[in-house]
């Protein structure tokens, strides 16, 4: 089932890229680093920044450097904590990462802070307690969340019998 914002706001691509600047506004990118970090063609990244600009959601920075323009939220477009809340949808992103994850190990507990409730220089954003985690399945699915979220997660994982500790020692 396609994502309902996805039908809202046109493509896909699109809202990855609007959920990297949103959700990264003291950044700044080129196209191609944009579309690497969206995970989107390089084309589609170009069209879209265009229509981000043209209604004032990004502006162009004022210096080029060589391998092209740059781009970084404009953060005084009216709209911008509107959209921010709107595309992060806090709970309809903890099942999506329960579902993601739950094949990576024995999945616990998994704990979701910082982005996910508005706090963006959080340190935590994804707290996950297993067991017989596979660390390169976890890392994979986390790189591809991040790429829909537009923002890089800070998460940690503990085994379920350091976080019985650590909770005992009101750590």
Avoid: C, H
């Avoid at 959700?23 to 390089?42: G, H, M």
């Amino acid at each position: 089932m396609a994502d309902p914002l996805q039908k809202l706001f046109g493509s896909d691509a699109r809202i990855k890229l609007l959920r990297l600047f949103l959700f990264n506004p003291k950044q700044i990118y080129t196209i191609p680093d944009a579309a690497s970090r969206a995970r989107v063609p390089e084309r589609t990244a170009r069209k879209e920044l265009g229509i981000f600009a043209g209604i004032g959601l990004i502006r162009r920075s004022p210096t080029r450097t060589g391998s092209g323009l740059r781009y970084g939220l404009n953060t005084e477009f009216e709209y911008t904590a509107v959209l921010q809340n709107l595309l992060l949808n806090a709970p309809k992103r903890a099942k999506d990462i329960f579902e993601r994850l739950r094949t990576t190990g024995v999945i616990k507990l998994i704990i979701v802070s910082g982005v996910f409730v508005g706090d963006w220089d959080g340190r935590l954003d994804v707290l996950i307690v297993g067991d017989r985690i596979k660390e390169k399945r976890l890392r994979s699915r986390m790189r591809d969340l991040e790429s829909e979220i537009g923002r890089e997660l800070r998460y940690a994982m503990l085994p379920s019998n350091d976080f019985l500790y650590r909770l005992n020692m009101n750590d």
